[in-house]
């Protein structure tokens, strides 16, 4: 069974004081990990897929890394407006249906 | 850009009302989906369908029911609504090479009293 864990469950910066957030994963081959934004309220945000290690994106100030057991979502120089919860999910095998993680709720303070 | 509606923003319901929800897409996506997402629990699927006319259960389909009748709308039935349905139901949808993101609607928060 595929497993996600991300953590920190929740995470408070002062703008401007870079971080990353952590996605470890389990699973019987990885066909790829992808990265979401969710605002309060809404529904998620797609960022990023992620389909080998060493591999790497960036969208702004976020950048998402993978190695062979997690991917770290990077956030440079944050600002208030990139508070959110950052979701993160796998896909494995040939199923259709991704592995969420519960989420790293992220609050920038001006 | 992907665009996925979903019918309603909130709903309020009565305990034992059938309830439905509808979840259009506009970029010709094969695979639809069904969550619901409650604090602490995360996303849990519901239904996924895959074609037109297919649906397979998810983790959590007692008391919903799906229907897929054409490629872009995926709609989620509660048949008789209860109090414990209350949650943030969110539809998703992906194209069916490989493995692909998402792409969530809007939500639909309801609440059953």
């Known amino acids: 069974e595929d497993q996600v864990t991300q953590s920190p469950e929740a995470l408070r910066l002062q703008e401007g004081e870079s971080s990353s957030l952590n996605c470890s994963y389990t699973v019987s081959g990885l066909r790829g990990l992808f990265w979401y934004r969710q605002d309060p309220g809404k529904g998620p945000e797609f960022l990023f897929t992620l389909y080998s290690a060493g591999e790497e994106k960036e969208k702004e100030r976020l950048k998402a890394t993978l190695t062979k057991k997690e991917s770290f979502l990077h956030i440079t120089a944050p600002k208030p407006e990139d508070s959110a919860t950052y979701l993160c999910?796998?896909?494995?095998?040939?199923?259709?249906?991704?592995?969420f993680g519960r989420g790293t709720s992220l609050i920038v303070h001006p | 850009d992907v665009k996925v509606t979903q019918s309603s923003r909130y709903l309020v319901k009565r305990t034992g009302e059938k309830v439905f929800l509808e979840c259009v897409q506009d970029?010709?996506?094969?695979?639809m989906f069904w969550y619901r997402q409650d604090p602490g629990l995360g996303l849990r699927l519901i239904y996924f369908s895959y074609d037109v006319k297919m649906k397979e259960k998810g983790d959590i389909p007692e008391g919903y029911s799906v229907s897929r009748e054409k490629k872009e709308r995926f709609s989620l039935i509660l048949e008789s609504a209860s109090t414990n349905q209350t949650s943030m139901y969110l539809c998703a949808s992906s194209p069916p090479e490989g493995m692909s993101g998402q792409y969530f609607g809007p939500g639909t928060r309801l609440t059953v009293t």
């Open positions: 999910a796998v896909g494995s095998g040939g199923s259709y249906i991704p592995t």
């Open positions: 970029m010709d996506h094969e695979n």
